[in-house]
DNA sequence: CTAGGGTTAG
């Protein structure tokens, strides 16, 4: 038997209401409710006047938010049982939700069901509302199931609460059950249920609705729309619903902007924040968040600099200091990034794992491996992504032993379970050190599927250590798993052009031209004066082409006197053998970074972002241009980076 | 009384 029936007999609510100069008290509104009729007709001790004087109390420390005295008073209240009106309850549950004061809020609870006193469905509302605030779900289910009705506010209130835990079957099948139950959803329904969507199929199902209802032109359902879309990826029908609204706010904004620049779209998510201040809205720190990472993903260091001066402006906000420092890093600039951790005025797991992360991946292993034990002396727990970096730092350093101390022991030290990318770094770990087979017998071993990056890494080392029936093996399982994978196919063809396999290098050919695999084209990328200028493998339509050319012939030219030679001997090279020196000349980094000498000031750091792994050739080039020319060159590739000074590389050539 | 945006890996 629940609360409500429990109570219901007893209860003859006697309302009270009287003028507010009565009161004395100018901000109020109160009437009080009272169970207890028979007992002031026996002549009880407490008069009217004294019952007026108790809930009057009560209302004004609800108003004034005081919530112990407010509490004091509701306990008297309780003995005299006295009630309050539903809208002072609510200004207490909210002062409660306030103060994080649980046990005060489930007095509060307890009063207003005692006695058989029966709340209005507004105030369960409200009381729905503060078990949701407070994290209880399973409370905020058990009062729902035990109203004796509920409205669009109710079944939304727990609709929401459950898209907010991630809890998206809990959430749907509420909607329907909310739909069964002929209560129509409304646009706080709906801009809330759209975060519980599964998919797409799913998404299209409740964009139909919310059309059918006439939702869709609520601001909230809109952004909403426009937030889901763009995180299944379907930007352009995000885009599409984004450019119909008529009033946009900062809020919409933001989520297009956020969901290009997450979907690492950062060129269209910065060209629409150049939309977004045309059209009069100010960045707050959600937008410059995203803009961040924009800059991170182009690797924009100047303008990811003018966006710091923004940030400055603002109260600090961690989530926007933690993209300022991925931008640092990923940009290569690891003063910068230092300079930003060490200023932070808080950090959390996802602080402490961007410099993690930052050290390795531009190769200062032993920084990581370091800040990762201050982070463990720090009281902020690790997480799997913190291990992720830590492995990452191992395995780019050959630290062979440090690594799988940290592999075999995350679970006991960390309570972290290895998972796919945790096993891919061990094998990249034991592939680069020449274990390739105890690197294949960990695959085998793994809890998870291995899946084709897995693989990839195997392939990686193969490739490293010249073993060309393992790298065939390690091809053939990536193939299987992804078909279009350009790379593989044509190293595998190589390696059977290198056994005179020609009928097998034929059948390959044919399956690439079949499936319409195409090899994305190297480019790199570089920053200069405000511009983004790229260079594409065998494209010619950069202004000043010629000119670099030229340049980067006489370059070469001298580099060959220092004892340069172009390195076409890589065993498993991607590219067939007459074409192979040629290539290398015109690899795309070697333009950018000509380009970059030509156009940066003298001593400025070169810069360039690529799209795919540096090859050999192109590394040889860089540190011997950078001890020719004393310059610094930073290389970002898809996996890591390479600062290039005095002839070294401090990846220790080891990638 | 119920609703929307941002950060770490690959």
């Known amino acids: 038997m629940n609360l409500i029936s429990r109570f219901k007999c007893y209860c003859i609510p006697l309302s009270v209401s009287f003028p507010l100069s009565l009161l004395g008290i100018s901000f109020q509104r109160s009437s009080f409710y009272s169970g207890a009729a028979t007992e002031w007709s026996t002549g009880q001790s407490t008069s009217f006047s004294n019952q007026i ?19 004091k008073a509701l306990n008297s209240m309780q003995k005299h049982k006295l009630w309050a009106d539903a809208i002072t309850y609510a200004e207490l549950i909210k002062c409660c939700i306030a103060h994080s004061a649980i046990k005060q809020g489930k007095i509060v609870h307890q009063h207003v069901f005692s006695n058989g006193y029966e709340p209005k469905t507004f105030l369960i509302n409200t009381l ?45 099948e509420m909607l329907i059950m909310m739909l069964r139950d002929g209560v129509k959803p409304n646009m706080y329904t709906y801009s809330s249920v759209l975060r519980a969507c599964n998919g797409l199929s799913n998404l299209t199902q409740l964009h139909c609705c919310i059309f059918k209802f006439g939702l869709e032109s609520d601001v909230f ?29 900062l809020v919409v904004w933001n989520s297009i902007i956020g969901g290009f620049a997450q979907n690492s779209d950062g060129d269209e998510a910065l060209n629409l924040y150049i939309r977004m201040k045309r059209s009069g809205f100010k960045a707050d720190q959600s937008t410059l968040t995203s803009v961040l990472r924009a800059c991170t993903s182009l690797a924009l260091l100047e303008l990811g600099r003018q966006v710091h001066v923004h940030v400055i402006k603002f109260d600090r906000d961690l989530v926007l200091d933690n993209a300022l420092l991925d931008m640092y890093c990923k ?32 190769g200062y292993s032993q920084k990581a491996l370091d800040l990762f034990k201050v982070m463990r002396t720090s009281g902020t727990q690790p997480n799997y992504i913190t291990v992720l970096g830590v492995l990452f730092a191992c395995s780019h350093a050959g630290l062979v032993e440090d690594g799988k101390y ?29 274990k390739l087979e105890e690197a294949t017998k960990l695959i085998h071993e793994m809890k ?17 250590h010249r073993n060309m029936d393992l790298a065939e093996y390690a091809a053939k399982q990536i193939l299987n798993l992804d078909p279009h994978d350009a790379g593989t196919f044509i190293l595998l063809s190589n390696i059977y052009a290198k056994s005179q396999r020609w ?7 044919r399956s690439m031209t079949d499936g319409g695999v195409k090899k994305e084209p190297g480019c790199s990328w570089i920053e200069i004066n405000k511009q983004i200028h790229a260079f594409i493998l065998g494209d010619k339509s950069h202004p000043k082409i010629n000119a670099i050319h030229e340049e980067l012939n006489q370059i070469i030219g001298r580099l060959k006197e220092e004892g340069y030679v172009p390195d076409t001997n890589f065993v498993l090279q991607d590219l067939e053998g007459e074409q192979m020196e040629n290539s290398l000349l015109y690899h795309s980094e070697k333009l950018a970074i000509v380009f970059g000498m030509m156009s940066l000031p003298k001593g400025k750091t070169v810069r360039i972002r690529k799209n795919l792994r540096i090859c050999g050739d192109c590394h040889v080039f860089a540190k011997l241009l950078a001890k020719m ?18 002839g070294a590389c401090s990846c220790g050539d080891y990638w």
């Open 406 to 434: 940290y592999f075999e022991s995350m679970k006991k030290l960390f309570g972290i379970d290895p998972g796919r990318e945790h096993y891919g770094c061990m094998v990249d770990l034991l592939g680069r050190a020449g």
């Open 128 to 172: 729905l509302n503060m078990y949701v605030k407070f994290h209880l779900l399973d409370e905020a289910q058990v009062l729902f199931d035990q109203m004796p009705e509920r409205n669009v506010v109710s079944w939304t209130t727990l609709i929401a609460a459950y898209s907010n835990a991630e809890l998206k079957e809990k959430a749907l």
């Open 629 to 646: 020319e004393n310059r610094s060159i930073v290389i970002r590739d898809p996996i890591r980076y390479h600062h290039f000074q005095d």
């Open 331 to 362: 940009c290569g600039s690891l003063e910068d990034a230092n300079c930003t951790f060490n200023q932070m005025f808080e950090k959390d797991v996802i602080s402490w794992s961007t410099m993690i992360i930052g050290f390795a991946q531009n």
């Open 221 to 249: 359902v809109r952004s909403a729309l426009v937030d889901i879309y763009a995180k299944w990826g379907e930007l352009q029908a995000a885009l599409h619903i984004f450019n119909e609204m008529v009033t946009g706010d």
């Open 503 to 509: 009928e097998d290098v034929a059948n390959l050919r």
């Open 448 to 464: 998870c599927e291995p899946d084709a990056v897995t693989w990839r890494t195997l392939l990686g080392a193969c490739r490293v």
């Open 53 to 71: 004087d108790v809930v009057n109390e009560f209302t004004t420390y609800c108003y004034q938010r005081d919530l112990p005295k407010a509490m």
